[in-house]
């Protein structure tokens, strides 16, 4: 599908604004890794469509089979890593570095803005990262900044046959079960090896427990750090000049009310989206720019008279 033109009048508008603006919010969600080709959470493809992807996202399920729920993550993992950055990212991480009143907020946890080099004071986390571990146990503090694949020998993806968590390895299973009916590829499960807690990833500070992806899980408080710094950023006298929505629906509070927080501190919304239907929880206001496409393109496009052409990095 070709992206649609982006309308001058309104870029040249937008433009005119960004380059007078001091403080600057984005809001980050799963859009702004579409063109990098990463599975949704939550869309079809891989083994994992028959397993409820929310139902091993919480720390019961971590509890009830470890190995189960770190198959997940080290297959999440590594497509993440198998994934590279784009344009938009980097252009992001380039505004951070030239404009020191920027504040991204992303609700992605694919570590691909992290691999852009997007300055970490200037990147809030809300839902943590696939590629931090820390100690399962509330009492121990122990967290590592890992970008290991695997994660550890035992969760090695096969590099050679059929990947057991792939959907070429459900058609097989699908072959081998068809005995004439038909059979929805999504309701085909393939047995995956369970590992031995032993062979999982360890805290090497207790020596007494797990790690665990450092994501938050359904039931988990927000991080209160991220929540504290955005708020603080928001609440800053100086007040907002503009919040930029990229590929985010961002109805789902609390980031869908900074929206409406940036507007009360003097903030002008633009949306980055592919759907022309996400509009802010709240609607629109007056003054709003829409840029529909993908983020890789726009997003460069939206922030050149400051950070310039971005350059493809391989």
């Known amino acids: 599908m070709a992206t649609p033109s982006i309308d001058k009048h ?12 001091k403080r600057v919010l984005a809001l980050l969600g799963a859009g702004l890794s579409a063109s990098s080709g990463l599975p949704t959470f939550r869309g079809a493809g891989g083994l994992w469509r028959s397993h409820d992807s929310i139902s091993l996202a919480t720390p019961e399920a971590f509890a009830a089979d470890p190995s ?4 997940f993550y080290n ?7 198998q994934a590279q950055p784009n344009p938009a990212h980097y252009a992001l991480a380039e505004l951070a570095r030239k404009l020191p ?33 820390k100690c399962a146990s509330r009492r121990c503090d122990y967290h590592e900044t890992n970008f290991t694949d695997p994660v550890v020998p035992a969760l090695a993806i096969p590099t050679g046959g059929v990947d057991p968590t792939s959907n070429e390895a459900r058609r097989e299973a699908a072959a081998a079960q068809d005995k004439g009916q038909d059979l929805d590829i999504s309701d ?43 708020d603080d950023f928001i609440d800053a006298d100086a007040g907002i000049d503009l919040i930029i ?21 003097g903030a002008r919304v633009c949306v980055v989206n592919m759907d022309t239907n996400d509009a802010p929880a709240s609607g629109w206001a007056e003054g709003d720019w829409l840029f529909q496409g993908d983020a890789a393109t726009v997003v460069p496009e939206l922030l050149k008279p400051v950070i310039g052409e971005i350059k493809a990095k391989v």
């Open 75 to 81: 297959y999440r993992r590594h497509m993440a890593l």
């Open 10 to 21: 309104a870029l040249d508008s937008f433009h005119a604004h960004l380059s007078q603006s």
């Open 188 to 230: 085909v499960k393939v047995p995956i090896p369970s590992i031995s807690t032993k062979d999982l990833p360890q805290c090497p500070k207790c020596n007494a427990h797990l790690l665990r992806p450092g994501v938050v899980w359904f039931g988990e408080s927000l991080p209160a750090s991220v929540l504290k710094n955005v």
């Open 68 to 71: 189960l729920v770190w198959h």
């Open 245 to 265: 929505v990229i590929g985010t629906s961002a109805k789902v509070y609390p980031a869908a009310g900074y929206i409406d927080e940036a507007r009360e501190k």
């Open 101 to 133: 009143g920027f504040q991204c907020l992303s609700q992605n946890v694919d570590g691909l803005s992290q691999r852009a080099e997007h300055p970490p004071d200037q990147l809030q986390l809300l839902h943590g990262t696939l590629f931090e571990l």
